[in-house]
């Protein structure tokens, strides 16, 4: 797919994103969690690591403090030059602030790196999504950058509210596939 398409579409869809009323993000947000709990890719994984919602994608907090609440190990992406460097926290409370495009971040005297062969189920954030699990993010390659360390077969379960799943999107040789889709809806697509 061309840029200048790809651009286009991640504007369409992030308008119907933006569309929805905190209302109804906070209530589908909330199904898509419910969905998450019941995942045995999520369940039986020691390690999470999940991204933390910025403006109006999925809702990730609640099951972030759930996930430490369950007695898992947290990790989210802090991002460094261009890369995203996997970090546990230990509390949403004290070990973060907001860092790079006004994300919470682990603050750098917490950042506690970890291997990605540790992580053993990632949530993924995105813009676009298709029916077979293709994704467009925001266009820094971060995530595209990041998946392909993962050990092959580490569940990379993308959040998404079905206005932004399309049927189908053509994406490129770096762009990597979600092993499992979750919406509103549950699973949408399992590979
Ligand atoms: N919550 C969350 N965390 C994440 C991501 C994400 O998509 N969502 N990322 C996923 O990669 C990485 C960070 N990458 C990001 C890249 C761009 C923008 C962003 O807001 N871009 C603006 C354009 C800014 C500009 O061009 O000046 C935008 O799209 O409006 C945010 C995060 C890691 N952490
Ligand atoms: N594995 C990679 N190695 C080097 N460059 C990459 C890689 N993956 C992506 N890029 C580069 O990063 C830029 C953005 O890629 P792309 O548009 O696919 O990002 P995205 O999936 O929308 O964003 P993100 O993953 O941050 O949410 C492109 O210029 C692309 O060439």
Do not use: W
């Not at 994704?135 to 820094?140: L, S």
């Not at 580490?154 to 932004?164: D, H, K, V």
């Not at 799943?165 to 762009?175: A, F, Q, R, W």
């Amino acid at each position: 797919m061309a840029a200048e398409e790809k651009d286009n579409l991640r504007q369409k869809i992030g308008r119907y994103r933006a569309n929805l009323t905190p209302e109804e993000r906070r209530t589908k947000s909330r199904r898509i969690m419910e969905c998450v709990l019941t995942l045995p890719q999520f369940c039986q994984a020691q390690s999470v690591m999940l991204y933390l919602e910025i403006r109006d994608e999925v809702e990730t907090t609640s099951l972030a403090r759930k996930t430490i609440g369950m007695g898992k190990r947290l990790v989210v992406p802090l991002c460094k030059e261009n890369r995203i460097i996997p970090c546990e926290i230990a509390s949403l409370e004290d070990d973060l602030a907001a860092g790079y495009m006004g994300i919470r971040e682990p603050k750098e005297t917490c950042a506690r790196p970890v291997q990605p062969e540790e992580i053993e189920a990632v949530l993924v954030p995105g813009l676009v999504f298709d029916q077979e699990g293709r994704r467009i993010g925001y266009g820094g390659g971060y995530y595209d950058r990041f998946l392909p360390l993962l050990p092959a077969g580490t569940p990379i379960i993308g959040l998404a509210f079905e206005c932004q799943v399309l049927g189908k999107i053509s994406t490129e040789e770096h762009d990597q596939r979600m092993s499992l889709l979750v919406t509103e809806n549950g699973v949408i697509y399992q590979r």
